[in-house]
């Protein structure tokens, strides 16, 4: 018959008994102890605190609010200290609710200690003892019992060890024949391991004189109302704590990711409201952005028309400080082929691309206006065609920082001369690099695409 019940139910005497047998690994004990490995605990103080600190570094990176943040920091603290506590709960075994993970046979019981259960089965009745690979057997008047042993060896080593027990405890007029529980399996013990039995009492190896006649439930498992109170107090003081200073520290991660991304990164910091520690220096930082493509524009002046130029550089002075890059773009074609919208379309996307090129896409980006409203960038050309099919080209330019303002640069010019000899259906890549080179200096064409062959 066996009991299972928790550690910390049993009876003070079996308790301490087997506290005793566990804390000195079985020595000087009457019955043959067998360990268990646990990996369990190296794995738990290993992933636990790697687990918790993935989760904190993941969340302090995460652009949720504050309280969000914290709530998954707070798991991922709790979750590795917990894993923290629970490996060395088991590698110290403190308190009564935890018993080790083992196996011990004595000669009235056999125990199947596993971390806070343990398996009390009586031997007193006990018919046969078998060695069945890693587990040994029990013939009981109510039914066979086995228990694992973790290794071929221990199973034959407590086989032996009842056999002997059995011989000792029948051998008429022999010293151990009515002995004690506790000096029998001492005997049967060290007959077992050595060979030859001990004479007299003064020759065993016995620390544990008293074997636990009966072991039962004597004791009330406690309901954990320590840590019941100990792991909610613990979860809000981390949470309060860390939606403190959660925010602060993610504005501060924010800022380094913004100025490694350059003005992208800056002008996305600064639309986050929550970011407030470092916004001047963000606002300077974007600032200072545009210094070099302001500098080159600025040098060598505009062949043609040194205004318009003037009026790309006041409009990346207004994006300094603008939330967004981007600046609105219309163009338009009058003259002959008016009514050819097409060209007209493609005209304001290839130019747009090679204006923003020319600058920095990063610093600046152009859209269509929406109907009927006024561009920042305004261009109108018109193209002659001569009795060849040649064409030639000018080009009317209007630039504004404001909107609702006048322009704060105009300008006209001759793009594609008369006689030139530009065919119309080359006209749009001619034209398009004229206008970028007027307004910004250079044409930069369109990179290749990628279409991610790699060497063949």
């Given at each position: ?13 079996t308790r301490e008994y087997l506290k005793a047998v566990r804390t000195r690994g079985g020595r000087g004990s009457p019955g043959v102890y067998a360990p268990a490995g646990d990996p369990r605990p190296l794995i738990a103080i290993i992933v636990g605190p790697l687990v ?66 343990v398996t009390v089965t009586r031997l007193r009745n006990v018919r046969a003892v078998e060695a069945d690979g890693v587990r040994v057997w029990f013939a009981l008047p109510d039914g ?313």
């Amino acid at each position: 018959m066996s009991l299972n019940c928790k550690f910390e139910e049993l009876d003070d005497e079996t308790r301490e008994y087997l506290k005793a047998v566990r804390t000195r690994g079985g020595r000087g004990s009457p019955g043959v102890y067998a360990p268990a490995g646990d990996p369990r605990p190296l794995i738990a103080i290993i992933v636990g605190p790697l687990v918790g600190l993935l989760a904190f570094v993941l969340a302090l990176g995460s652009s949720k609010d504050a309280w969000a943040v914290a709530m998954l920091q707070t798991a991922g603290l709790l979750f590795g200290g917990w894993c923290v506590v629970y490996a060395l709960r088991r590698w110290f075994a403190p308190g009564e609710s935890y018993g080790g993970v083992f196996a011990y046979f004595d000669p009235l019981h056999a125990y199947q200690v596993k971390g806070e259960t343990v398996t009390v089965t009586r031997l007193r009745n006990v018919r046969a003892v078998e060695a069945d690979g890693v587990r040994v057997w029990f013939a009981l008047p109510d039914g066979d019992a086995s228990m694992p042993v973790g290794s071929v060896q221990k199973a034959h080593q407590i086989e032996n060890y009842y056999a002997v027990m059995d011989v000792l405890e029948k051998q008429e007029g022999g010293p151990w024949q009515n002995a004690p529980a506790a000096e029998l399996g001492a005997a049967a013990r060290m007959t077992a391991d050595e060979g030859q039995a001990p004479q007299r009492t003064e020759h065993l190896d016995l620390d544990l004189q008293k074997v636990p006649e009966e072991p039962g439930r004597r004791n009330r498992a406690g309901l954990g109302f320590v840590w019941l109170i100990l792991i909610p107090a613990a979860a809000a003081s981390i949470y309060l704590t860390l939606a403190t200073v959660n925010r602060p520290l993610g504005d501060d991660l924010a800022f380094e990711r913004a100025k490694a991304d350059g003005a992208p990164g800056l002008r996305g910091y600064l639309l986050d409201d929550r970011n407030t520690r470092n916004r001047d220096e963000a606002r300077r930082l974007l600032a200072q952005q545009y210094d070099a493509p302001i500098a080159r524009l600025n040098w060598p002046p505009a062949a043609k028309n040194p205004e318009l130029r003037q009026g790309i550089v006041k409009l990346l002075e207004m994006l300094k400080t603008s939330e967004t890059p981007v600046v609105a773009i219309v163009v338009t074609e009058d003259g002959a082929d008016a009514n050819w919208v097409g060209r007209a379309t493609e005209m304001r996307r290839e130019v747009a691309d090679g204006l923003a090129r020319g600058i920095d896409p990063a610093l600046i980006a152009f859209a269509e206006p929406p109907k009927d409203q006024p561009a920042h960038v305004s261009i109108r050309y018109r193209l002659v065609p001569d009795r060849l099919g040649n064409n030639s080209a000018t080009v009317d330019v209007e630039i504004r920082t404001d909107l609702e303002k006048p322009p704060v640069a105009t300008g006209s010019w001759e793009a594609i001369p008369a006689a030139s000899g530009i065919p119309t259906t080359t006209v749009v890549n001619v034209l398009k690099a004229a206008i970028c080179t007027e307004l910004v200096g250079r044409y930069v064409p369109a990179p290749p695409p990628d279409f991610g062959g790699g060497d063949f």
